[in-house]
């Protein structure tokens, strides 16, 4: 089983964090779509969506993404995204206001056992923000960089008078990311098993062989042997 959480082996700048995000401030902030998972504020603006579109938020697989023109004012943003050796989705930025909540909730494929991992990068942050997956405090500082399983339960408070404002990219797995994940302890290989149907088994089958490679073969051999087991 691998783990919930992990800080990844590297941190950035907290002063060019903040550059580019007053660059960011000048722009719409736009309520997050999923008004009853929250209390409070809690809002995005998108440096890469699927319209490119800075108040473009919502995000879907296997569709086609964009740099939004807000991007090309936020180098070091756009350094950070580089640094990720494989395909990007969305990229936003995420503001949960002072006395602000998100509840408890689950976002579907967001393992990285799904081919799929979310980072985040804390800009604006303090200890009296509460980021909790699968009932673990995960404590992220400014201008670190972490990895949460988004599929478990997972929840914020912010129970400052200060708004936490992270970088979040949504990043596809590929063998650069195995490699780098390994060296975090990760078992790349690892398949959970119990979770899918046969039926949804056969899909990430489909899913995986688009895309050959010598890790997506090992997931495609352990799932075809789950079905046959």
Known sequence: MNPSSCQLPISFSIEKLQNDLLTCETNLWTPHFNTYRYEGKWTSVSLRSQSGLET???????????????LDNCPYFKEIMDWFECEKETVRLLRLGPDSEIKEHVDNDTSYEDG??????????????????????????????????????????????????????DCIRNDWSDKLFSKMGFDVNFVPKMQYSDEVKQQIIEELSRNPSETNAKIIAELQSQMNS
């Open 56 to 70: 473009d938020i919502l995000s879907f697989a296997d569709k086609e993404y964009k740099n939004t023109p807000l």
């Open 116 to 169: 799929f991992f979310r980072i985040h990068v804390p800009i604006v942050t303090n200890s009296e923000v509460y980021f909790y997956v699968d009932k673990k405090l995960v404590p992220m500082k400014m201008g670190e960089c972490w990895y949460a399983n988004f599929q478990l339960p997972h929840s914020v408070q912010n129970k400052s008078s200060e708004p936490r404002i992270h970088l979040t990219l």
